[in-house]
């Protein structure tokens, strides 16, 4: 196997690995081109007592650049949350209507991180958790809306003591029989629930569904989701103000 041959291999399955070339021979015009090509440098069979030096070396250069790619993604992923959340929280000030804020809310969340479902559970005056609001894209949900959310019942204590996001595996759970006929009824393989907290106030709770296949959330979506939660409870906390002084105007005239 020639070291070109070899060199291609490693920077398709290994591109962040230093190549170091040991070769009895190597015209400068040839150690030009092995650079060139990508090599990180090359040690001659006669100068072999240099290899440490150059491994230390190109190791040294190549965390640097794990350290620099690690940051720019960290930096690009930063820019692309704050982004949508912008985008999010724009559309939801479009409107005061609380039906509105929270429709606004839950579709441009599913279009966002492309999930099955999401819809958002509020709190009734007898402590049940209701799902009120689903996106247009969770054409499975419809026949839940305003229907009883039983894992709230389940799992509250895990959803409102002091963790703002809870997600749930489904399958070997141990789940109420009416929670895991409605989960097994939407094929739901990861759960996602978000608080939405406002002050000391829960509005409720932020639901998201992923079926096929079963989803890993990465911290940037955790954080994405987290930050539109919080924004969204704003945006419900000024509707239900709107709403209150609607009222009492209307019962002033």
């Not at 060139?36 to 965390?63: C, N």
């Not at 704050?82 to 929280?89: A, D, F, K, L």
């Not at 141990?174 to 929670?179: D, E, I, N, V």
Request: hydrophobic residues 40%; proline residues 4%.
């Amino acid at each position: 196997v020639r070291a070109p041959e070899v060199l291609q291999a490693v920077q398709t399955y290994q591109p962040m690995t230093p190549f170091i070339l040991i070769t009895g021979s190597l015209g400068e015009e040839a150690a030009v081109d092995c650079i060139k090509a990508g090599m990180t440098d090359y040690v001659l069979k006669d100068s072999l007592y240099r290899l440490p030096t150059v491994l230390k070396r190109a190791l040294a250069e190549a965390t640097l650049r794990r350290q620099k790619q690690a940051a720019i993604a960290q930096l690009e992923q930063q820019a692309w949350r704050e982004s949508v959340v912008n985008q999010i929280v724009q559309a939801m000030r479009e409107t005061l209507v609380l039906d509105e804020v929270m429709q606004t809310l839950v579709d441009q969340l599913h279009e966002t991180l492309k999930v099955d479902n999401c819809a958002i559970l509020r709190p009734m005056a007898d402590d049940r958790m209701v799902i009120q609001t689903i996106s247009r894209q969770s054409q499975r949900l419809h026949p839940y809306l305003g229907k009883t959310c039983h894992l709230w019942a389940q799992h509250q204590a895990d959803w409102f003591q002091g963790q703002p996001q809870f997600v749930l595996d489904v399958g070997n759970q141990g789940l109420h029989p009416a929670a895991d006929a409605f989960l097994q009824a939407l094929e739901t393989r990861t759960l996602m629930v978000t608080n939405l907290q406002y002050g000391n106030h829960c509005y409720g709770l932020l639901m998201l569904h992923q079926c096929h296949p079963q989803r890993s959330w990465t911290p940037s979506e955790c954080s994405l989701v987290q930050a539109v939660a919080e924004q969204g409870a704003i945006a419900i906390y000024q509707a239900e103000l709107y709403e209150q002084a609607q009222r009492e105007l209307a019962q002033r005239r």
